[in-house]
């Protein structure tokens, strides 16, 4: 596995917008995560074998979103926790691994990327180092999270960089 990007990214485009409230059925993992594609394959699989049979995913409208619930700058590796995670309707019934939250509706910056499995970090690093201190916003409380763009579950993933990921890193702002 190839070490993580971390001399940041900057982004393709930056917008501020309102978003809704959103409701996600989960699978979380604890434990280091870093530029693992196939541990993320693992998790948004086992979502989709069990929300594929109820028809909870519609190709086009189901949101994947991964939302990392400690600083590892401040975390042990082996304590980090992520959530994978697909948007679905509000009083979905959940079981098993599966877990239901929700998200908050507030104003959120969003910042588009095209990376790799290592480069998460770098993007993140923008983000918070570079772009958010110059923005006239600062971090509300809330998620922060990634939201990918739709592609096929199935898609066999080789490990490292096996391929790009067009990602929106969404982080709740309020101003300054």
Sequence with gaps: MEMPTMQPIP?????????PELTLAYVRHTGPY??????????????YRRADPRDLVVRGVTEEIVIYHDDPETVAPEKL???CCISVPPGTETAG???LMTLAAGRYAQARFSLDAT????AWNWVYGEWLPQSGYQPDDGLCYERYQDHEPDEQLAGGTGRTFV???????KPL
């Design 119 to 122: 480069q998460f970090g770098a």
């Design 97 to 99: 691994p599966v877990g």
């Design 81 to 83: 926790r992520v959530s």
């Design 34 to 47: 870093f530029g693992d594609e196939q541990l993320f394959q693992r998790l948004f699989g086992e979502l």
């Design 11 to 19: 982004a393709e485009a930056v917008t501020v917008t309102d978003q």
């Design 167 to 173: 990602v929106d890193i969404c982080v709740p702002v």
